[in-house]
């Protein structure tokens, strides 16, 4: 069964950084989709990052240059490192992983979530 864990949300100041962690078992396929997504109050959830089947990293417009996604193969475990972080970043990020290895950027692609953790940008 396949379970993903995110950890490392927190409450920061505009321009600070944080970097979330989600654990996924049993492991991490490399042919799959995994990445992250955002979901704010009242909002649609949106992609923020992932990584795709032939390992390529690819973001959301609204992050690139701010948002680092990255992968630990042995721990099993995916990372996001957000820097400069705006009031517009706040929301509920979720870790998932796809059954497939393209369109990594959709959410219906995705099969398995996470329970999300929150990111509070204050400014």
């Known amino acids: 069964q396949v379970q993903l864990v995110e950890s490392g949300g927190d409450s920061v100041q505009a321009g600070g950084s944080l970097r979330l962690s989600c654990s996924i078992s049993?492991?991490?396929?490399?042919?799959?989709?995994r990445g992250w997504f955002r979901q704010a109050p009242g909002e649609e959830r949106e992609a923020v990052a992932a990584i795709d089947g032939d390992g390529r990293m690819i973001y959301a417009d609204s992050v690139k240059g701010r948002f680092f996604i990255s992968q630990d193969i042995e721990k099993n475990t995916l990372h996001l490192q957000m820097s400069t972080l705006k009031p517009d970043d706040t929301a509920t990020y979720y870790c998932?992983?796809?059954?497939?290895?393209?369109?990594?950027?959709?959410?219906?692609?995705?099969?398995?979530w996470g329970q999300g953790t929150q990111v509070t940008v204050s400014s």
């Open positions: 998932a992983r796809a059954s497939r290895g393209d369109s990594c950027l959709s959410a219906s692609a995705y099969k398995y």
């Open positions: 049993p492991v991490i396929y490399n042919y799959y989709c």
